[in-house]
Nanobody
Framework: QMQLLESGGGMVQAGGSLRLSCAAS????????MGWFRQGPGKEREFVTGISRSGGSTSYADSVKGRFTISRDNAKNTVYLQMNSLKPEDTAVYYCAARPRLLYTTDRREYRYWGQGTQVTVSS
């Protein structure tokens, strides 16, 4: 049973940056592809970005492409989300998720473990 714990959320002005971290425990982190999802007020949870087990493959939602960067450190059992040029529409609860496969997917149903989420609020 893997546990995921996100951190790094907060409030920032538009144009600012935040770095989210997701620390994993209780499992073999390098056996899981990882994803970041977000859920804004009144919206469904949506895929933001994913990274393969080795970190060699990544993918981004069009809405964050060029502004967000996902990375992972398998030695530290941690996945990161660097968010730059933040916009008010990025306001959401951000969740990390683990999928026991080589690659990520945009389908949240494919992820086995989820963190509790961290709030990101971007003011205009």
């Amino acid at each position: 049973q893997m546990q995921l714990l996100e951190s790094g959320g907060g409030m920032v002005q538009a144009g600012g940056s935040l770095r989210l971290s997701c620390a994993a425990s209780g499992g073999t982190f390098s056996s899981y592809a990882m994803g970041w999802f977000r859920q804004g007020p009144g919206k469904e949870r949506e895929f933001v970005t994913g990274i393969s087990r080795s970190g060699g493959s990544t993918s981004y939602a069009d809405s964050v492409k060029g502004r967000f960067t996902i990375s992972r450190d398998n030695a530290k059992n941690t996945v990161y989300l660097q968010m730059n040029s933040l916009k008010p529409e990025d306001t959401a609860v951000y969740y990390c998720a683990a999928r026991p496969r080589l690659l990520y997917t945009t389908d949240r149903r494919e992820y086995r473990y989820w963190g509790q989420g961290t709030q990101v609020t971007v003011s205009s």
